[in-house]
């Protein structure tokens, strides 16, 4: 269990003598059903994080958002060490289930909100732009294209590069994969805030529409429902989310083979893992904009 009961008890003021069921929730998630003697049963989420650091983000950031009045996020209820407890909410993950009506733009409202903020709180705050995106050349070698595909396409990536840096930049949630955002009927939550700070905002649009499983002409379409919420250029911002994506995709991509060895054992996590590496896979390749960076990086490494 991730949080001891009877702390968890005195933390939210029930009796000692209530009754639990814990139903693990994913990797570092637990659902816990209390159920007092004389009143109805309550379920909270407990989540933790096996980093303390990154587990103290999640918490501080949490926090700092509820206390903004933000709304897209479950609010915290207690602290049990490193572990957080929070409000259960109706929503599923965007990994698990074809998105709900509304639920989609509903989401993309919640990043147009989210970035919105004038909230100085988490990661990275000291480093600048140019720090957080390095300028080395991915290696896409170990993505399995050859000399003559990665040439043409190192030029054409820092390109890429060169457009995010003069995206917008500011408070993010940093870990936006379908995974982390709950849906329901025209409703949506940011959960698992552990890398939360500062960094490019187009990169939680583009991590969230790769990984739903939305087709390219929806991903435009929402990347402008996005730009529409947050008073930004819509035709540029919808190219440069499709740009985004494919420079966080490639990253994403780059990191999936470690977290699928330390997954080992855990099928649910490592099967949502997969699906996560497939819609990425199969959506970077898909044109949902135009920036010619964008056209130039599919030109070299997947020509029709």
């Known amino acids: 269990m991730l949080a001891d009961p009877a702390a968890l008890l005195r933390a939210l003021r029930l009796q000692p003598d209530c009754e639990f069921e814990v ?31 990154l587990a103290m983000n999640h918490a ?30 109706a929503g599923i993950s965007a990994l698990s289930l074809v998105s709900p009506e509304g639920s989609a733009e509903a989401a993309m409202g919640a990043f147009a909100t989210l970035h919105s903020l004038d909230l100085r ?69 940011l959960v698992s805030l552990h890398a939360a700070g500062f960094g490019p905002q187009l990169f939680d649009v583009a991590a969230f529409l790769l990984t739903a499983g939305i087709d390219a002409p929806r991903r435009h379409d929402l990347a402008s ?24 995709g490639i990253r994403e991509l780059l990191v999936l083979p470690r977290r699928s060895i330390e997954l080992l054992g855990d099928n649910a996590a490592s099967a949502a893992l997969n699906t996560a590496a497939g819609r990425i896979e199969r959506g970077v390749r898909e044109p949902a904009g135009a920036h010619p960076a964008a056209v130039a990086v599919r030109a070299a490494l997947w020509p029709s």
């Open 23 to 53: 139903e693990p929730g994913g990797r570092g998630v637990e659902r816990w059903t209390l159920c007092p003697p004389s009143a109805d049963a309550r379920v909270v989420i407990i989540r933790a994080h096996p980093d303390p650091e």
């Open 60 to 89: 501080a950031v949490a926090d700092a958002l509820s206390r903004a009045g933000f709304p897209h996020v479950p609010r915290p209820l207690a602290a049990i060490g490193e572990a957080l407890v929070e409000e259960a909410v």
């Open 121 to 189: 709180e988490g990661l990275n705050w000291e480093l600048g732009p140019e720090q957080v995106l390095p300028a080395d050349a991915p290696p896409l070698h170990r993505l399995g294209f050859a000399a003559h595909e990665r040439a043409p396409a190192e030029a054409a990536l820092a390109d890429a590069r060169e457009a995010v840096l003069t995206s917008p930049w500011g408070f993010c949630h940093g870990d936006a994969s379908a995974a982390n955002v709950l849906l329901a009927p025209g409703r949506a939550w």
């Open 225 to 248: 429902h996005y730009s529409h919420t947050r008073g930004l250029d819509s035709a540029e911002t919808a190219d440069l989310v499709d740009l985004a994506g494919i420079l966080w």
